[in-house]
């Protein structure tokens, strides 16, 4: 399958939030745009797919435990069919096996509370290793 959208080198800042908790989003969304990224939020499984065809989003945060599909199953989807790099969040409780997470494609995974620092650490990261 064609990827949807190449990053291109210009539009490096976009990212997008896939969590179901709308605080949780709204604060990670306004967080990260403190840094001076483009963030979209998207609250379902159906709106991430909505969204990545619309935007060329160079970096995607999935929660695991989303309402209508798991949030592995959409993190494998963006690494097989765009070239987003992908962080996962997964509650500690049901915190998801490794082999489970390998095959998922995600670049990292974080277990929640995640610290804010830490994701925007880990966002800068990912976008120094694109295109590399």
Do not use: W
Not at 21 to 47: C, E, H, K, P, Q
């Amino acid at each position: 399958m064609n990827k949807p959208h190449p990053i291109d080198k210009n539009l490096l800042k976009l990212v997008i939030v896939v969590e179901g908790d709308s605080s949780l989003r709204i604060s990670m969304v306004n967080y990260l745009m403190l840094f001076g990224y483009t963030v979209t939020g998207a609250g379902s499984a159906y709106d991430f797919y909505r969204q990545v065809f619309t935007e060329p989003y160079a970096v995607a945060i999935i929660d695991h435990d989303l309402s209508d599909q798991n949030g592995l199953v959409v993190a494998e989807y963006a690494k097989k069919n765009t070239a987003m790099r992908i962080i996962t969040l997964s509650d500690p409780i049901s915190f998801t096996t490794l082999p489970d997470q390998l095959k998922s494609g995600a670049d990292l995974n974080l277990v929640k509370p995640v610290d804010f620092r830490l994701l925007a650490a880990c966002v800068t990261s990912l976008f120094s290793r694109i295109g590399s």
